[in-house]
């Protein structure tokens, strides 16, 4: 499995990851929890050690998936994970606010919840799971990640861009917060 330097970390990441989306059992599709562990088990096998989720994945059901399978494995994998925005948008409204969406409490909140499905001290990578530029100057969600990064609980942070949006995100981008992008 090819593996590279993720972003500016000494941690290698397979090019090739796995969406955890599928295994959630609610919210978008659903699998067999059996049959989820055996494919999880089989990526880890071959190598791969990039694994996305999000908390509305099942409302949880596949991040605690990946951490069943990450502790039966007695491997570290690189798990990220995804914050909804407050009002459950994908995309965000150009009229929705930081305060409706991802409010700083929230944002703990979220990740918290994430941490106890994972049974894991930190996350890898916590992405905003939508995100609005217009966002961007306002303190709250940077109090967020800094508190977080800061408590050891997430190493580090990224925007997930919804629906074809990739100018979305650069503004954000230039805080120097964001270490990467998610595209669709």
């Known amino acids: ?67 069943e399978v990450e502790k039966e494995s007695g491997q570290s994998l690189f798990i990220t994970s995804k914050i909804p925005s407050k009002k459950y948008e994908w995309p965000a409204k150009d009229e929705s606010t930081l305060e409706e969406s991802f409010p700083k409490e929230h944002i703990i909140e979220c990740t918290e919840k994430s941490l106890r499905n994972l049974k894991r001290d930190y996350i890898d990578l916590q992405q905003f799971h939508v995100w609005n530029d217009k966002w961007t100057d306002n303190d709250e969600w940077k109090e967020a990640v800094y508190q977080l990064k800061k408590d050891g609980k997430v190493r580090f942070f990224g925007i997930s861009i919804n629906d074809h ?20």
């Open 165 to 184: 949006q990739p100018e979305n995100g650069i503004i954000a981008g230039k805080t120097g917060l964001i270490d990467s992008f998610q595209v669709i």
């Open 1 to 67: 499995m090819l593996k590279k330097t993720f972003s500016k970390s000494e941690t290698e990441v397979s090019n090739l990851g796995y969406g955890c989306w599928g295994i959630g059992k609610a919210f978008w599709i659903g699998a067999d929890d059996n049959e989820s562990k055996r494919a999880l088990h089989s990526a880890i096998d071959k190598g791969i050690n990039l694994f996305d989720s999000a908390l509305v994945y099942g409302e949880g059901h596949s991040e605690k998936l990946v951490g």
